[in-house]
């Protein structure tokens, strides 16, 4: 048996660390209980964890909000959002994010569950994950009543009647250290018409009992989503759409912590943190009980500029052989921004096209173009057609009629709104580069233009700056700048793809920095 590390109990405000016990260690109820290891419902062990993060963020000179916000750190929402989740997860709420699609609900409850803590003691072989102080202690018992079979399991004489924790003996009841994963601790399912409630419940599966001929076999037990749910999260997406039936399931096992499975006659524990999703139109489909159990909050699109070009940068890098000048990347956040101020919000067919999906495909449609059109960067033509792609492939296609209507409207739209959102990008480029690097020295800046008009008129001249030198120093300041703000591809030289970023500037923003341009707020 490998030798049981001591366990730090953490305290009340999460300030120590939890348990670094390795996963597959083993141990028995007894030498748990001489540890002082404690039994926790799901929501205390996150609010722990919580806690806990929250007390290292400060340490770490960051500020309250700057903490809370780190911890969902693959999301980017207001930081109301992040400050009215945290609370409802510190009270022990199940939550339901509702809001547009495409808005980052699905993405935001996968990280509740990445901050969930995934340690946990375990009774070897159980198939909800019991808690070996669950078999032993009366009070854990009476909090957390262990499932049917490691009652009968650990019973005298396996007769379920005469189970009694406080007359076990806790040497003899195993215990291992695991890590919660999917279908152990943490499950997931998507809501449809065709979830019926044994998809949740689980069942007994009779042509394995008549095999085995044991009722109380861990091996007969199937168990379903809340079942896999136990000691861990559920992650329920477009609850709404659940029929009514499976609805009440879950209602169930929210409000007892119990759920029985079915062609069973026993109970087992179905205790975890629910996470819902839901868009607008399906919220009037959860049932109103449901409703109650969980804190409803709104998860939006963002208002500003920096945390949309932030949810573009955390999407996965493009690799391709084309280069995207971030301007033109930055001008295809705004076209999106600016739909979703002015697009109307009644027509369902058009509901994704200003979603964070679509922003995330600028970028990749943008270089999937250009490198189609062996285009080693890419130009203001490449973004437009990218920029179509990503949102008409966001159209909800009920007939070819009203996807032909509805492409127009998007045709028409990026047609009237893309060069503005070109001149306000590169406006806001040029600034940030006169700003951040010049230190606004207007000598510098003309020098800059000056000698980036020659170089662009004169290749010789340019493969001059390709190589280290003392040539042109201040087209190579922004030069480097370019190459820092984006992804080259191998095959391309840094000063090509500064000197095409340099032309997008002198064809929109005439190297000006005006004083709406210095107030953008993509701080990146």
């Known amino acids: 048996m490998a030798c049981l590390a001591r366990p730090r109990v953490s305290t009340a405000s999460g300030a120590a660390p939890r348990s670094s016990v390795p996963a597959g260690t083993k141990a028995t109820a007894q030498q748990l209980k001489e540890r002082g290891v404690a039994v926790e419902t799901p929501n205390e062990r996150l609010r722990t964890e919580i806690f806990r993060r929250l007390d290292a963020g400060r340490r770490g000179g960051m500020s309250r909000e700057e903490a809370t916000a780190a911890l969902f750190p693959r999301t980017v929402l207001p930081s109301n959002t992040y400050e009215d989740l945290t609370t409802a997860l510190v009270a022990g709420s199940h939550v339901l994010f509702f809001g547009p699609s495409g808005a980052g609900k699905t993405n935001l409850a996968k990280e509740v569950w990445e901050l969930f803590p995934k340690d946990a003691w375990v009774v070897p072989n159980c198939p909800v994950l019991d808690h070996p102080l669950s078999i032993v202690d009366p009070k854990a018992a009476e909090r957390f009543p262990p499932c049917p079979i490691c009652r009968r ?129 399906d919220l009037d489909n959860i049932n109103d009980p449901l409703s109650d159990r969980l804190t409803s909050l709104h998860v939006t699109y963002n208002a500003s500029h920096a945390a949309n070009r932030r949810i573009v940068q955390l999407a996965a890098a493009i690799d391709g052989t084309s280069f995207v000048p971030e301007i ?48 080693p960067v890419a130009g203001v033509e490449d973004v437009q057609a990218g920029l179509l792609h990503a949102m008409r492939g966001r159209i909800r296609a009920r007939s070819g009629d009203s996807f032909d209507q509805n492409e127009r409207r998007v045709r028409e739209f990026v047609e009237q709104h893309l060069e503005p959102a070109l001149k306000r990008s590169s406006g806001v480029y040029w600034c940030r580069f006169y700003g951040n690097v010049l ?53 391309l030289r840094p000063v090509d793809a500064a000197l095409r970023t340099f032309e997008l500037l002198e064809r929109y923003s005439l190297f000006t920095c005006s004083e709406e341009d210095a107030d953008d707020d993509a701080r990146l």
């Open 153 to 281: 399991r650990f019973a005298p004489g396996n007769d379920v009647s005469a189970f009694d924790p406080a007359s076990i003996d806790p040497t003899k009841v195993p215990a291992e250290q695991v890590r919660l994963r999917e279908g152990y601790g943490f499950a997931r399912l998507q809501g449809s018409s065709e979830v019926f409630p044994d998809h949740l419940t689980g069942n007994i599966n009779l042509r394995r009992l008549e095999e085995i001929g044991d009722p109380m076999s861990p091996l007969v037990l199937e168990p379903g989503k809340l079942l896999q749910a136990n000691r861990g999260l559920l992650l329920v997406d477009e609850i709404g759409k659940l029929p009514l039936g499976t609805q009440n399931v879950l209602l169930q096992a929210l409000q007892e912590g119990t759920v029985t499975p079915s062609k069973s006659r026993e109970s087992f524990p179905g205790m975890f943190v629910a996470v819902g999703t839901s868009n607008l139109s």
């Open 328 to 375: 033109l990347v930055d001008a295809g956040v705004r076209v999106i921004e600016t739909w979703r101020q002015k697009a109307s919000d009644d027509n369902p067919d058009i509901g994704e096209v200003g979603s964070n999906r679509t922003l995330i495909d600028i970028a990749a449609r943008t270089a999937a173009i250009a490198s189609l059109h062996d285009h």
């Open 439 to 491: 230190k606004q020295n207007k000598s510098d800046g003309e020098a800059v233009v000056s000698e980036g008009r020659r170089l662009k008129n004169d290749p010789a001249l340019v493969d001059t700056v390709a190589v280290p030198g003392n040539e042109f120093p201040k087209f190579r300041a922004f030069t480097s700048y370019v190459g820092e703000r984006g992804r080259r591809p191998p095959g």
